[in-house]
């Protein structure tokens, strides 16, 4: 059983940065990629960003893009969200999650969650 723990969320001013990471573990973790979804209050998930398991591979929302890197540390079995120049709409819970296939498939078929971490970016 894989699972996930997050940390790094918290309060920031719009215009900074935030770095959150998401541990996996468990026997089979280090062969499933990893992602970031975020939902805001009212809101659907949404995807952020992914990462292959080997780390050679990643993928970003369109929106994001050009704000946020994915990386993935193998040997600590833990991958990184660093977000720049978050801006107000960026407020949301955002969720880790590992699946085994590649690329991800939709939030609803993937089992795997971290249990979120509150990122609140004040304007």
């Known amino acids: 059983q894989v699972q996930l723990v997050e940390s790094g969320g918290g309060l920031v001013q719009a215009g900074g940065s935030l770095r959150l990471s998401c541990a996996a573990s468990g026997r089979t973790s280090s062969s499933y990629a990893m992602g970031w979804f975020r939902q805001a209050p009212g809101k659907e998930r949404e995807f952020v960003g992914a990462i292959s398991w080997s780390g050679g591979s990643r993928y970003t929302a369109d929106s994001m893009k050009e704000r946020i890197t994915i990386s993935r540390d193998r040997a600590k079995n833990t991958a990184h969200l660093q977000m720049n120049s978050l801006k107000f709409e960026d407020t949301a819970v955002y969720y880790c999650?590992?699946?085994?296939?590649?690329?991800?498939?939709?939030?609803?078929?993937?089992?795997?969650w971290g249990q979120g971490t509150q990122v609140t970016v004040s304007s």
């Open positions: 999650a590992a699946d085994p296939f590649w690329p991800l498939r939709a939030p609803e078929l993937i089992d795997v």
